[in-house]
């Protein structure tokens, strides 16, 4: 298969971008940002677009798509980036989906737009993971921390994902 991989982009931070007349950080809906990395990298994978929202905003019925996209896939493993606010809980959704599929979240607390450096850093781990592995699951792949999705969270007031325990 020449594409090996899947990733979904949802929207959140890392595709956020600044609006210098409205002075706003706008979602980009579309996939300006994995894009601009794709073009850089010597990987084969097949990128869409969903959702495009910031975490906050998602509601059911926007988990209940990405469910639907994951499992109409002939994909096995799957990329998401996805806000990092509500990533949890979507990635404790799709957990209890019990999908045969591996599947690492990611994203960003600094847009790709304004800082290139942490959306980058948590893409190429979450990608790499999935390439290194076979073992099915929904995994969580931010600030150097990977592993299953229910053993990492996001810390508010540190403002980075720390491991449960």
Known sequence: MKNHMLIINTGGTFNKYYDPIQGELYVDSGAEALESLASKWMCSFEIISIIGKDSLEMTGQ?????LATIHQSRYHKILIVHGTDTMDLTAAYLADADLEKRIVLTGAMTPYSIDPVE????????????????????????????????????DRKEGRFKRRG
Do not use: P, W
Not at 62 to 66: A, K, N, P, Q, Y
């Open 62 to 66: 926007d988990r209940l798509e990405l």
């Open 119 to 154: 959306a980058t850093a948590n893409l190429a781990s979450a990608y790499g993971f999935l390439t290194g592995g076979s073992r099915e699951g929904v995994y969580i792949a931010m600030h150097g921390l990977i592993d299953t999705h229910d053993k990492l969270y996001k």
